[in-house]
């Protein structure tokens, strides 16, 4: 059973308030967190707040859905009213949103309880939430080695019990990857599926906000709360949102898979390859049908990718100047204000993805790079739409090795190398999602399992009938909570009152 289900039935039988969820949660996620660094902003006294909402609806006798009184985590680059907003820069260290994004905001109607927001990478720029301006997030498998990123925050604390689930985001592998190198379910959905409205953008044509859990029922469970047409966000789709949990059988007899030939080749570490494999070899002995499936666009992935993302990041990055919020040096002039304001304010990746976006766009260059990329962009949408006349899903690894030490890959390249196998699937705006397929020396490894666009469901039956047939999910981080319980945090007030206590970095 997912974990959502049995706190539900926990609830619903009155063996536990959601008030007495929320606390056992708060006190976890604190005394973890001098270890784990998974939070910017811990938000205890809202947390505390809905729990005894939801009590109140149950000692009147309402109906609760599945999430209401669920601990949630939430990226800390999702706009939350009256509770700062810092994307892990400084550029907006202190910035507290007027309005909610319609994320939250949906799953707060629900009755979910927000422990916090997560870090991240700044401004969702990295593959190991090392580039935060405030703290490094460490893997709850081992403390010497990087989450992922850039939804690392929210990825680690799913694994370590910090949150029941949790929201991120995934550009280019966000969400998939941390999810494969801390030993949880992340899923990215299909593109417009789920509101944008309230994200703060990096690039706009690629973000998408999408589920942390546990098991693939609560990464489904929460895809219901967020799923649907959003009037605000202008390319949400209008599409009927099915039910999800009704996808979760655990047979797929007859469902043919595609293996993309090539990213289990160059590139792949042998560890990886050998548990993917194992997997794949597990799928058909499940009833599935195999075939190996060519996708040669995909090789200029990576270059494309870092063309497109970086361009759109120039022009939606352009709008921190200083003068309408966040930070703001003091100047002589305005055009200085603008410079010292932007040096001060970014860190260094962002300010790179700027210049390789901007000089992308500059004129003489726009043809020889940011078209080109676009035009390489469809002949990998093809490949996608090609491949799929032939299978239901396609089946991968996620990343193409197990996570790596904290300070490990300084250079940007070796970097930008980890989301080689995610980027594919945001270019061409698909679903995909990531959950545990083995360990290599302790550490987990991701199966990424990808569907043709809104096909959500079959992604969501292949990973509970691969789930409900292995033990990898079952597994836990060795983590122990310290025996002293961690000293207590100073509280930052929001403007709205709501109080909040700031993780140290």
Sequence with gaps: MSVIRALHSQLLAKERSAEEIAREYLERLTQLEPQLKSFITITEELALQQARAVDARIRAGEAIGPLAGIPLAVKDNLCTQGIRTTCASRMLEGFIPPYESTVTARLAAAGMVTVGKTNLDEFAMGSSTENSAFQRTANPWDLTRVPGGSSGGSAAAVAADQAVVALGSDTGGSIRQPAAFCGVVGLKPTYGLVSRYGLVAFASSLDQVGPFGRTVEDVALLLQGIAGHDPMDSTSLKVRIPDYSQALIPEIKGFKIGVIRELLGEGCGEETRAAVQAAIQHLQ??????????????????????????????????RYDGVKYGLREPA???LSMYGKTRAHGFGPEVKRRIMIGTYALSSGYYDAYYLKAQKVRTLIKQDFLRAFEKVDVLVSPTTPTPAFKIGEREDPLSMYLCDLMTIPVNLAGLPGLSLPCGFADGLPIGLQIVGNALQESKVLRVAYAYEQSTDWHRQRPPLEKPKESAPAQPKAKSKSGKGSKKSKG
């Design 285 to 318: 002995e499940l009833g599935a049908e195999i075939l190996e499936i060519d996708c040669p666009s995909f090789r200029y992935g990576l270059a494309t990718y870092y063309i497109i993302a970086p361009s759109e990041a120039s022009a939606n990055l352009a």
């Design 332 to 334: 002589d002039s305005l």
